[in-house]
């Protein structure tokens, strides 16, 4: 969940755009209705976790729809569908299936460690005061979200690119990597 609440209602905006494109888009090709329907549940999803509803669903939910979600990308990469961009769709998949686990209870949450500055004076942890915790944010959640913000950016600018160039107009995939990539941005800060 996202604390500022104009960056919230502005994802919130990004995410629906998009969740309804991809559902308006699969209807209308029908070889890409899995693509369409994944991609619009996957928007729906991030909805949900940017408001504190989503918060109270399952992680495991999460991470099981998408990780299925991923596998039948894969699966029809591997097996020679004609689905455009097969590792994309499986990336993004994969990634909703990593935003589950990061909300599962205390995967990725702050830890409270003792200070320096009240370890060098004598106390541990146990007998720290409450204004003396510093909360850090590990590292490899940082590391993580960092590496998938700056990929969605760089697929932004590749949607970007194709948008411009015509004759494809993929609003719908632009919309869906800026949100994934500043919704990752947010969890690296």
Known sequence: MIA???????LTAVFALAALLFAGAG???????GVGALHALASVAMIAMLWPVGMRVSPLLYVLVFTAGALYFAYLALFGFELPHPVYHCTMMAAMALMGLLMAPNAGLPVATASPETVASGHHGAHVSHGAIAVSTPVWLTVVCTVLAAGFCAATLWWFYLLVRGPQRPYADLLMALGMSASFAVMAI
């Open 27 to 33: 209807w209308r090709a029908r070889g890409q209705r």
């Open 4 to 10: 500022d609440s104009a960056l919230r209602w502005a």
